[in-house]
């Protein structure tokens, strides 16, 4: 069963402008959540992460909200860069080392 | 400092033919995973060893895939014999350690081909 869901398998956005990437989970066990952003034919980079003790994390243009009651994590870009295409992964974890993901994003900054 | 690094980049095999992958974590990385990313899905955790011991290969096809970390730094995976649905790409991560919210670094992967 897939215990993370990334609903949009695509996203397009006008560079300069946001991109909000959704995620939701089922498993109330668990209690980190990360992002992971992967260019083709590379492996997934690390990219922002939250603890369940938080509902928001920032870090230069990335942030990421977290709204336990509704098992939904959001992605926010601001602003979008072209380098910011890529696929963008979700991924959580319990009180162990199990990283679940997502099945992906792809997000495409048009010029 | 040097990532995980994985070898080779792509293979192409025949079904019922054997296949193995290498990998090399961080420098210092006590926990490695083994991952199977199939085409429009997220990685699925195949196997996970914390030095040269196995804490969980819960989701390992074990009749098929065998994998070992001799001296608890390289690992290699293998699988015999491969089917058409092994096709996938196939990645392998590092980390310092097993607590919830370890980073784990990942390797640029091995892509699979079984024709």
């Known amino acids: 069963d897939q215990q993370v869901k990334q609903n949009s398998p695509s996203l397009s956005v006008q560079e300069g402008r946001i991109s909000i990437l959704n995620c939701d989970y089922t498993n109330s066990m668990f209690d980190y959540f990360l992002w992971y952003k992967k260019y083709p034919a590379e492996g997934p980079t690390f990219l922002i992460s939250?603890?369940?003790?938080?509902d928001k994390n920032e870090d230069g243009r990335f942030t990421v909200f977290l709204n336990k009651s509704a098992k939904h994590l959001s992605l926010h870009i601001v602003p979008s860069q072209p380098g910011d295409s890529a696929v963008y992964f979700c991924a959580a974890s319990a009180n162990d080392y199990k990283l679940s993901f997502g099945a992906g994003t792809t997000v495409t900054v048009r010029a | 400092e040097a990532g995980v690094a994985q070898s080779p980049r792509y293979k192409i095999i025949e079904k019922r033919q054997s296949v193995a992958f290498w990998c090399n974590p961080i420098?210092?990385?006590?926990?490695l995973y083994w991952y199977q990313q199939i085409l429009g899905q997220g990685p699925k955790l195949l196997i996970q060893f914390q030095n040269n011991g196995v804490v969980d290969d819960s989701q390992l096809p074990k009749d098929r895939f065998s994998a070992e970390r001799l001296k608890g730094v390289d690992s290699t995976l293998k699988i015999q014999p491969a089917k058409l649905e092994d096709s996938a790409v196939y990645l392998c991560?590092?980390?310092?350690?097993?607590?919830?919210?370890?980073?784990?670094?990942f390797g640029a992967g091995t892509r699979l081909s079984v024709l």
């Open positions: 939250i603890s369940s003790i938080k």
């Open positions: 420098s210092g990385h006590a926990t």
């Open positions: 991560a590092s980390s310092t350690a097993t607590h919830s919210g370890n980073i784990q670094y």
